[in-house]
């Protein structure tokens, strides 16, 4: 990479971040920018100039912009989270942890039989695992507790609403996926199952094997309404079958799946198959009565007593590695929390107005203009989430001169080797020369992120196309220029 000269590095410290960007545009000398005709690529690419931005710019003195309605805002896709981690990375700081906290009331400090419930409470810990969440118990068994008559207390205060409501509108037609899952302050394992589906033919009777996991004691899966079809497998879609759980009696529950499902055929996958309080209160109920002790039926949401006693504490994971799985592997879920947690604790709103206050402040502290941006849930899985390329350049040119450009830097793809980019640029100029975070979604496709040229110059791409050929014409046509730049 060539290193800016003393002079220029005495002159770039009394700049905002984004001035900076454009003083070095202003001061560079004639370059080996590569001459690019926009406009005309996207039309010989068959798309409209109105459907596409993108705006190129050097890190160095040298190069210059090359832009294509780049203060237009467009739908972003997963490049929207990139914001949320810069934000995140520069307000959190890089020891900032989700945790989940297991308490007793004063009174029951000590006790093997609690007069009160077990509390349970969620702050934002992005790794409690099924298993994470047995070890926690054990660590309470191990201190001497046995019995829990008064059940659990749940505790997601930390977030307004404390969750969402049961009758939002669903992004898509596929509310139950991973990619769909909507936190909140207490999150366990994305209240992920594991389904499998298998039927065959054997002596001409036809069979369907089914089974979930983890399941709990108390859930039956009931696959009866499941009819065996004719159909190709390749074809099966678990979101077009009903799925609906009901309660019996005893605080026992039937998982039914309705529908139908191809003949010799065989599926596995994640879904959220239980309301997320349910199927909570069932792994703690599960992994207690495993332990030998005794718990009560009860299930009461309030915000935990002032004087409650700590019992059992885990942490999840430092920000660095979160902001590393979000943008690596483009998980909505976390980015979602994490956007939630720029909101100020001592807000007296919901939490991700909050946020997108914290969002604009921050922007106004680096000199980014936010006029046109609405970052929805940070996550870029939105139809409403809106970003030019312009104000997305500025962000990461933030990040490079930030005291976290080395975590933000390497929690990006690298072009053809991992994250959402391993299968990608696998040949060309760019192989292993760029870093780029992937956005996707129907009509939409984009790109943003670092590039260096072939004289190790670092360059900023982003890349939105907002148009139903987005996949088939769009992701060519910005794939192409990220190419032509790394080449130069």
Request: net charge neutral.
């Amino acid at each position: 990479m060539k290193e800016i000269t003393p002079q220029w590095q005495r002159y770039s410290r009394s700049l905002s971040q984004v001035g900076w960007l454009f003083v070095v545009v202003a001061l560079s000398a004639c370059s080996s920018t590569p001459k690019f005709q926009l406009q005309q690529d996207v039309l010989a690419a068959g798309l409209s100039p109105n459907d596409v931005s993108v705006l190129m710019l050097p890190l160095t003195a040298e190069g210059k912009t090359v832009s294509l309605a780049a203060d237009r805002p467009m739908q972003p896709a997963s490049t929207m989270k990139l914001l949320t981690t810069s934000v995140a990375l520069d307000v959190l700081g890089a020891n900032w942890r989700g945790e989940t906290r297991l308490l007793v009331q004063k009174d029951d400090v000590g006790r093997q039989t609690l007069s009160q419930p077990l509390i349970l409470e969620g702050r934002s810990n992005t790794d409690l695992s099924y298993g994470e969440l047995s070890f926690m118990l054990q660590q309470l068994y191990d201190q001497g507790l046995r019995h829990i008559p008064a059940g659990l207390q749940i505790d997601r205060s930390t977030m307004q609403p404390l969750r969402p409501t049961a009758d939002a509108v669903p992004f898509d037609e596929a509310p139950r996926a991973r990619y769909n899952h909507v936190p909140d302050a207490l999150m366990l394992q994305q209240n992920m199952h594991w389904l499998s589906l298998t039927s065959s033919t054997i002596d001409g009777k036809k069979n369907l094997k089914s089974w979930f996991s983890p399941a709990w004691p108390r859930v039956q899966l009931d696959t009866t309404a499941l009819k065996l079809v004719a159909g190709s497998c390749d074809q099966f879609s678990i979101h077009q079958q009903q799925i609906v759980l009901q309660q019996r009696p005893q605080q026992q529950w039937q998982l039914q799946i309705q529908g139908e499902f191809p003949e010799n055929c065989q599926w596995q996958g994640q879904l959220e198959l239980l309301d997320r309080d349910i199927n909570l209160q069932l792994a703690v109920i599960s992994y207690w009565h495993q332990l030998g002790g005794t718990i009560g039926d009860q299930l009461v949401f309030q915000q935990t007593p002032a004087d409650s006693q700590l019992l059992v504490q885990h942490l999840g994971r430092p920000l660095p590695e979160i902001v590393y799985r979000i943008n690596k592997s483009s998980d909505n879920a976390l980015a979602r929390l994490l956007y939630a947690n720029l909101a100020d604790p001592a807000a007296d709103m919901p939490t991700l107005e909050s946020a997108d206050q914290q969002v604009e402040h921050w922007l106004k502290q680096h000199n980014i203009p936010a006029a046109g941006l609405l970052p929805d849930n940070g996550s870029g899985l939105s139809r409403t989430a809106k970003i030019s390329a312009r104000q997305l350049a500025a962000v990461l040119a933030a990040n490079w001169a930030s005291r976290y450009s080395a975590e933000f830097v390497a929690s990006l793809p690298l072009a053809g080797v991992d994250g959402t980019l391993k299968q990608r640029f696998v040949q060309g100029p760019a192989f292993q020369r760029a870093r780029l975070k992937t956005g996707t979604l129907r009509d939409v496709t984009a790109l943003a992120g670092y590039v260096w040229d072939q004289h190790n110059r670092p360059w900023i791409f982003v890349g939105f196309v907002n148009s139903p050929q987005a996949s088939g014409k769009g992701r060519p046509l910005l794939d192409r220029w990220v190419q032509t730049l790394a080449g130069q």
